[in-house]
């Protein structure tokens, strides 16, 4: 799928800065647009310095810890999805699913192919939106807004949940260029090159690539790409990473290198990956959903539901579903 950046950005952006930053200071107030109609691509508009717009990430109020079952924690609320189901056209791909993400934790999708990890996380940065047909219903809420709601627009959500994708897919360009894209589009004024140098090093890739920033991002190995897109997500300044399978074509060595790396980027970021690999859901995610799909009794399609989210520690070692219990002991899926 595409990147989460396109031309339509600058025309967002300009109407993002006729919006403003809410009085409260809260970070959602950026992703309400006036109810003014289609933005005019014509009326020439200064784009938003973006880093001015970073200050306002909302404060953790409190550590998370992975001690409780997740619904007990105290850590912020990042999304809350209720009752949420998923339709492409007629098919119904996800269930009646409800599942809190909370701030600066790992939250690991896990379960059978087919059941709708990815489908969900999509609706979680409404990717979801660029597919003909795709409708969602229930509630999903990002810091208590319906991120649905009129006037939210899909691509600053989108900037704000970053997105790193299965196959790394760096764009054809430099080292350099790659993570310099987003910032560009964005209207960036700050000083690039220690935006790009930030970056990097934010997603280890630095001591490996400072002295070939202006090669082809192409030349670099599968797990340096993927690090590379990962260096290109954070350097828009996301508050959310969502990674769909991020380490499923990468050797072992690059994969544990990405594992170490999500440690890291933890402390600033709270992160959501699907991953069809148990043993990685329990070495990097704080708290783990199990998903499986269930065949409809008269049409026989098959429908993605939650079975139960969990601390992952208690969800591998004594989850409370027999379900997810045949699932981590390699039953079935
Ligand atoms: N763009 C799409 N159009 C129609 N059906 C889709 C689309 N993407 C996924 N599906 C279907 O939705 C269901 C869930 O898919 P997906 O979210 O990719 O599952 P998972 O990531 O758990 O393997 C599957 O039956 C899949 O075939
Ligand atoms: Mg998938």
Partial sequence: MATTWC???????????????????????????????????????????????????????????????????????????????????????LSEVSLTVRQREITALIGPSGCGKSTFLRCLNRMNDLIPGARLDGSLTYYGEDLYGPGVDPIEVRRRIGMVFQRPNPFPKSIYDNVAFGAKVN?????????????????????????????????????????LCIARTIAVKPEVILMDEPCSALDPIATLRIEDLMGELKKEF???????????????????????????DTTGQRTGLLVEVDATEKLFTNPNDQRTEDYIAGRFG
């Fill in 187 to 227: 209207g960036f004024k700050g000083n690039m090159d220690d935006l790009v140098e930030e970056s990097l090093r934010g997603a280890a890739l630095w001591d490996e690539v400072h002295n070939k920033l202006k090669h082809s991002a192409l030349g670099l190995s599968g797990g340096q790409q993927q690090r």
């Fill in 7 to 93: 031309p339509g950005e600058r025309k967002v952006n300009q109407r993002r800065t006729l919006c403003g930053a809410g009085a409260d200071g809260r970070i959602w107030c950026l992703l309400l647009l006036p109810d003014a109609g289609p933005a005019d691509d014509a009326v020439p508009v200064a784009p938003p310095d973006t880093s001015a717009a970073l200050t306002t990430r909302p404060e953790v109020r409190s550590t998370a810890t992975v001690d409780g079952p997740a619904e007990d924690r105290a850590s912020t609320e990042v999304f809350r999805a209720t009752d949420l189901n998923f339709y492409y056209g007629s098919f119904r791909a």
């Fill in 270 to 296: 709270t992160i959501v990956i699907v991953t069809h690999n148990m043993q990685e859901a329990a070495r990097v995610s704080d708290v783990t959903a199990f998903f499986t799909a269930k065949a409809d």
